[in-house]
């Protein structure tokens, strides 16, 4: 059963950084970084393809966040830096193995085409 387990979060003052960490069992063609904050729909944050490591980010993002593989580990990374309090939210992790998915991960409602999904990590930034 492919798995995927988050680690890494946890709570930072405004303007701090965290890296998260997403280990995996299989060899998803496609993997991406989500969030979700209370009462707000899941929104993607950043993917990348992992046959050529093309990555793509949320404008929220952009400049902050970075994304990338140790595929020699089998683990995903998302370093972010410069946080603020609206980047507070529970971050998943998600894969799939079809270009589509990647290409509309970032869309509303993008997180729908992912098929294997993460249970989570907690980030909360204070100001």
């Known amino acids: 059963q492919v798995q995927l387990v988050e680690s890494g979060g946890g709570s930072v003052q405004a303007g701090g950084s965290l890296r998260l960490s997403c280990t995996y069992t299989?060899?998803?063609?496609?993997m991406a970084w989500f969030r979700q904050a209370p009462g707000k729909e899941r929104e993607g944050v950043a993917v990348?393809?992992?046959?050529?490591?093309?990555?793509n980010y949320a404008d929220s993002v952009k400049g902050r966040f970075t994304i990338s593989q140790d595929s020699a580990k089998n683990t995903l990374h998302l370093q972010m830096n410069s946080l603020q309090p609206e980047d507070t939210a529970m971050y998943y992790c998600?894969?799939?193995?079809?270009?589509?998915?990647?290409?509309?991960?970032?869309?509303?409602?993008?997180?729908?085409?992912?098929?294997?999904w993460g249970q989570g990590t907690q980030v909360t930034v204070s100001s």
């Open positions: 998600a894969g799939d193995n079809w270009a589509f998915t990647c290409a509309s991960g970032l869309t509303p409602g993008g997180s729908k085409g992912f098929r294997r």
């Open positions: 299989d060899s998803s063609y496609c």
């Open positions: 990348i393809y992992r046959a050529d490591g093309r990555t």
